[in-house]
């Protein structure tokens, strides 16, 4: 474990200090707003998850311009380039896993996260159907039957991703020590180990879990709304510091924007569908969005429960990935999204 804090802190000031190569590959725009009538550009660093969905649909869907910013997006596949990405203002908002914003202010980034991104219990571990498990306490059977064979978990370290298995196995009181962990960097590589075999278990999100519970290849073991809380949160919205002081009136309209796109997906799903087909985001069949949408249990909201990630980031610093000096109350600055929706 502190072999990879070592490795995780110097791969992230390498990104940092190369960020220009690494994250978007042009430099930031400029924000201007001289002019009440003129639409400010803004660029969002995003991965592809299911509580991303408020960003895409506002995109399309014109919700951002109704409230004054232009938003144009910038994929990652991996979310510490994303991070790097907002640390050297290639970008002027990063949604990320909530462990991310933790990462970047133990490096001395400037950060504070806004809101939650849009989306409960999107985070979900399935395993193979072969497996017979529909829990996580259902492990304990396969464990036990078979002795000298161990399941082979695909997640992501350090991440959300990591630590519901660590908090889900622990709930039960399941050693890691029974399963293989496989590490990846890339989720949707993550996606395609679970689709050819290579792995029996995968902690990832939706709607990419979901392809695979809707064709009867896997079945739910449990998620984040079960193992944390109802609104602990995937991913959320960051931004730097000096972008929360300075221009707040941009960070209103970014989560107005999201707002408006989140009555869409909520009220309206099948046009919400419609509307993400236009940029191709989640590459999945329609059906399999659908459910991923209808199957929240709660409607979307972006105000997070503090004292959940509050329990998660405890954990990561037990585990020696981040230092104790930085709390949940000095990261994150909800006020904004919490006045709006009251």
């Not at 660093?45 to 649909?57: I, K, Q, R, S």
């Not at 219990?121 to 078979?146: E, H, P, R, T, W």
């Not at 979901?210 to 809380?229: E, K």
């Not at 799903?269 to 929240?296: C, H, M, W």
Request: glycine share 6%; with cysteine.
């Amino acid at each position: 474990m502190k072999n990879f804090l070592l490795q995780k802190g110097k791969r992230l000031l390498f990104l940092l200090s190369l960020l220009g190569l690494v994250s978007v590959g042009c430099s930031p725009k400029k924000v201007d707003n001289t002019t009440s009538d003129k639409l400010i550009d803004v660029k969002a660093g995003h991965l592809v998850a299911l509580d991303m969905a408020p960003l895409f649909v506002g995109v399309e869907s014109g919700c951002f311009v109704k409230n004054g910013i232009n938003v144009e997006t910038v994929a990652f596949t991996n979310p510490g380039d994303n991070n790097a990405a907002l640390a050297g203002g290639s970008i002027d908002f990063s949604t990320n896993p909530f462990t991310l914003p933790f990462f970047a202010a133990n490096s001395g980034v400037p950060i504070k996260t806004i809101s939650a991104a849009g989306g409960w219990g999107v985070m979900q571990v399935i395993a193979k159907d072969y497996v017979g498990a529909s829990s996580i306490s259902d492990l304990k059977g396969f464990v036990k039957s078979n002795p000298d064979k161990k399941l082979k978990i695909a997640t992501l370290r350090g991440d959300t991703l990591e630590l519901i298995l660590v908090d889900a196995f622990e709930d039960e009181s399941i050693s890691e020590d029974n399963f293989e962990f496989v590490y990846f960097d890339d989720l949707l590589a993550m996606v395609e180990s679970f689709r050819v075999g290579a792995v029996d278990i995968l902690s990832h999100i939706k709607p990419y879990t979901t392809q695979f519970i809707v064709s009867g290849d896997a079945n739910l073991l449990t998620d984040n709304f079960t193992v944390w809380s109802p609104k602990t949160p995937n991913t959320v919205v960051s931004v730097l510091e000096n972008t929360l002081t300075s221009k707040p009136e941009i960070v209103t309209s970014y989560i107005k924007g999201m707002q408006c796109a989140a009555s869409i997906i909520n009220d309206e799903p099948e046009k919400a569908i419609s509307l993400l087909k236009q940029g191709n985001y989640y590459r999945v069949e329609d059906d399999v969005l659908l459910e991923a949408f209808t199957s929240q249990p709660s409607p979307i909201t972006f105000t997070p429960d503090l004292n959940s990630i509050q329990t998660v980031v405890d954990k990561m610093v037990d585990l020696n990935y981040i230092k104790n000096d930085v709390p949940t109350s000095k990261i994150f600055d909800i006020d904004i999204v919490s006045e709006l929706e009251k």
